[in-house]
């Protein structure tokens, strides 16, 4: 319980002068919002919600760092509230909260500990790590109860301030470009490491949003013909403890602090609201350009931590409130994110919260989508054994008149019991799809006995999403993501290398499912070379030639490598970042552009990226069905196919036989193309499927063939050679 005495000392400046009250204000919008007083002045309105807060103090600062504090007497629906005329854009601030010190029910209050506005919509500084941080004494004797001891050491000099921002930008000028879910392809990107080496952008703008704004940056974007960059997280982040202690930083960024705060890491325009004009000038630059900007989004956990942890914001305005606490000690938090702490979305605040932060990014900072970090987080139900696909959260989210109408993807798993939701999730959403990842990944290393997965994963993973009106687009297809080895790496390593992480190579997944082709890491050997770049193809083209959403990960497509770390997400360095000098070597040259073919392939064919599942039959007597598999004889598999040991299949996509319609409602009709994969060592001669599949005495054209990049040969009717480790896509001849 805080005593009379701090709570009066709570309204001094650290002169001891008692700051002047503010004004009664406005309970909402929550946050700081800069705007004109009732006798025509400038001022901000300031709104914290805090249920159980006894005080509340609004801190500002000024360019010395001199804090003084006003001590809001305004409540509302159990927001505090006040006016401060004259505070202006670029002004710092955060709030001490006062209340109860009783960990052992959840409250956490300590007004020794300056908070951030969870509402703040650009952040100043950053965490540096510091005892003092802690609401809690980390260092008490007793470590079994040093959560339980108040620390009352200031953490003003350890933590951020949240800056006041004008925002009146109504996108009047922007045009966004609402690419359909079946024709978008993803590029996953970092928004620091995909131009730190770019040599056409210029030094003082690499690492930026600016510098991904550049016309040299946009032109590989655009020259690739990805519709849509899914950007690694850009909400205010901070770095762990243990990351500081040795040197290195949280460079991935899952590790947010503020939700509606573009990291400030990331701006040349400085960090007192500049951070936000750039951001939204990324967004236009991204437009322009016809592609859409998608948000990896951090609300299942926030850096705030287990107990010990800092405490930077919702910690201290109402704990119990905000996070989930551990059932039968509320001492501590029930972790599902395996990051020491978990939002508690079943309460209406956080919802709020979430759903504004949403409502904010795609309303003011121009974003056309999302993917959720650890999703099935976010619906937990009441016990937390479990995922609720009815949790009050998702329902917040599809039933909003905006929300519903942008991208959702959801990376359907956390850490915690029953966490694992492939193919769970309900209508409005995609998901992140591992068992497409995992299987690719097994069928070109040649670990699996049979093709039966394959088949499901190459036409949209039916089996997972056709259930409860769901598309194939609900399927994100992916091969590498940021977790995990890049490709290149994927083809060159059995073992992950990730010493430079300072944990013992003990971080990071040893389920990698890649395989070095003869040697572990770079070699000079010709054969295994050539095999690996045999096998970039084979894997790119898999992904560009699947039903379901591909999703490329920055870098990829010409060769990027960590040297076998396969957990980067402390490196920021040349680690992670892109080497654009890859590109003069004829040969990632070549693979680069092999993908951007693949991307112009898939957009000119929409046989190649459909909309519905596939039925296998033939919609009209007499006609023929939109798919069909074929074993090497040319032969349509049969049951018993499935299951027989074979590495080798072909899959015909039936462009007459298409359920599609186009926009005036008349079947849609494309080129038919056959598919042919083969894991297998030896090379395999497969017999072209004839009629009524293709025309008598026509010939098939090779389209992409990995084992002779840029063959464009027609085959004769009869067989063709598919080479060993190989893929052949193949245009069909149109029956008569």
Not at 50 to 65: H, K, P
Not at 349 to 368: A, K, P
Not at 552 to 580: I, K, V
Request: net charge negative; hydrophobic share 35%; charged share 25%.
């Amino acid at each position: 319980m805080a005593s009379g005495q701090e709570l009066e000392a709570g309204v001094r400046t650290r002169g001891g002068r008692t700051a002047e009250p503010p004004w009664p204000g406005d309970w909402q919008p929550l946050g700081a919002r800069f705007r004109t007083d009732r006798l025509g002045g400038p001022g901000t309105n300031f709104a914290l919600w805090a249920a159980g807060a006894e005080a509340v103090d609004l801190c500002l600062f000024d360019e010395a760092g001199r804090e003084s504090r006003h001590r809001l007497t305004e409540q509302d629906f159990r927001i505090w509230h006040g006016f401060l005329p004259g505070v202006r854009p670029g002004t710092r601030y955060g709030f001490r909260v006062h209340g109860r010190w009783d960990p052992w029910t959840g409250a956490r209050w300590n007004p020794a500990k300056l908070l951030l506005d969870p509402y703040a919509r650009a952040v100043d500084g950053c965490y540096t790590s510091h005892d003092a941080a802690s609401g809690a004494v980390r260092n008490w004797p007793e470590a079994d109860v040093a959560d339980t001891v108040r620390d009352n050491r200031d953490s003003a000099r350890f933590v951020p301030r949240s800056v006041v921002v004008h925002d009146d930008d109504d996108w009047s000028d922007d045009r966004r470009p609402k690419t359909p879910w079946a024709e978008t392809v993803l590029y996953e990107l970092h928004v620091r490491g995909f131009t730190m080496r770019h040599p056409d952008v210029p030094p003082h703008l690499r690492g930026t949003y600016a510098g991904l704004a550049h016309p040299a940056a946009v032109a590989h974007l655009t020259r690739l013909g990805v519709t849509a960059v899914e950007l690694l997280p850009v909400h205010q982040h901070a770095s762990e403890d243990h990351l500081q202690a040795r040197g290195l930083v949280n460079y991935w960024g899952y590790n947010t602090v503020g939700y509606f705060a573009p990291h400030a890491g990331y701006s040349a325009s400085g960090s007192l609201g500049g951070q936000v004009g750039e951001f939204k000038r990324m967004v236009r630059a991204l437009h322009a350009a016809g592609i859409e900007v998608i948000l990896d989004v951090v609300y299942n956990h926030t850096a705030e931590g287990a107990e010990l942890g800092p405490t930077l914001s919702l910690r201290g305005i109402d704990n119990a409130a905000y996070y989930r606490l551990a059932p039968h000690r509320p001492r501590g938090y029930a972790d599902y994110t395996g990051c020491g702490n978990t939002l508690d979305t079943r309460r209406p605040q956080v919802i709020r919260l979430i759903t504004d932060s949403l409502r904010y990014w795609v309303t003011e900072m121009g974003v056309d989508g999302f993917r959720f970090d650890l999703a099935a987080a976010l619906a937990r139900g009441g016990t937390g054994d479990g995922v609720d696909m009815d949790h009050p959260f998702l329902a917040a989210v599809s039933q909003d008149p905006l929300l519903s109408r942008v991208k959702l993807i959801a990376e359907p798993w956390d850490v915690g019991p029953g966490g694992y939701q492939v193919g769970g999730f309900p209508p409005l959403w995609a998901e992140w799809n591992d068992k497409y990842r995992d299987t690719v990944r097994d069928f070109w290393r040649g670990a699996r006995p049979d093709v039966r997965e394959l088949g499901y994963r190459l036409s949209g993973s039916s089996d997972l999403y056709q259930r409860g009106g769901r598309r194939p687009y609900a399927s994100v297809n992916f091969v590498t993501a940021h977790d995990g080895f890049t490709l290149r790496d994927l083809v060159s390593y059995d073992r992950k290398h990730n010493e430079a992480n300072g944990e013992a190579n003990r971080d990071g997944t040893d389920d990698n499912r890649s395989w070095n082709h003869g040697a572990e890491g770079e070699t000079a050997d010709p054969e295994v070379t050539a095999l690996r770049l045999r096998q970039l193809r084979n894997l790119l083209a898999t992904l560009l030639l699947s039903t379901g959403v591909p999703m490329l990960t920055a870098g990829d497509e010409f060769g990027r490598t960590q040297g076998g770390n396969n957990n980067a997400y402390c490196q920021d360095n040349e680690t992670s970042w892109l080497d654009w000098s890859l590109l003069r070597e004829p040969q990632w040259r070549e693979l680069s552009d092999l993908t951007a073919r693949l991307v112009r392939l898939r957009r000119a064919h929409p046989v190649l990226r459909q909309r519905a599942f596939f039925s296998g039959r033939a919609a009209a007597p007499g006609g023929l069905p939109d798919l069909a598999w074929f074993t090497p004889l040319g032969k349509e598999m049969t049951e018993a196919d499935w299951f027989a040991p074979t590495a080798c299949l072909g899959m015909l996509l039936s462009g007459a036989a298409m359920s599609e319609r186009d926009g005036a409602g008349r079947p849609l009709r494309d080129d038919s193309f056959l598919l042919l994969l083969n894991a297998g060592r030896e090379p395999v001669v497969f017999t072209l499927p004839g009629e009524p599949w293709a025309a008598p005495e026509a010939a098939y054209e090779a389209v992409v063939d990995t084992a002779a990049p840029g063959t464009g040969e027609p085959y004769p009717r009869g067989a063709v050679v598919l080479g060993g480790r190989s893929l052949q896509l193949l245009r069909a001849p149109a029956p008569e």
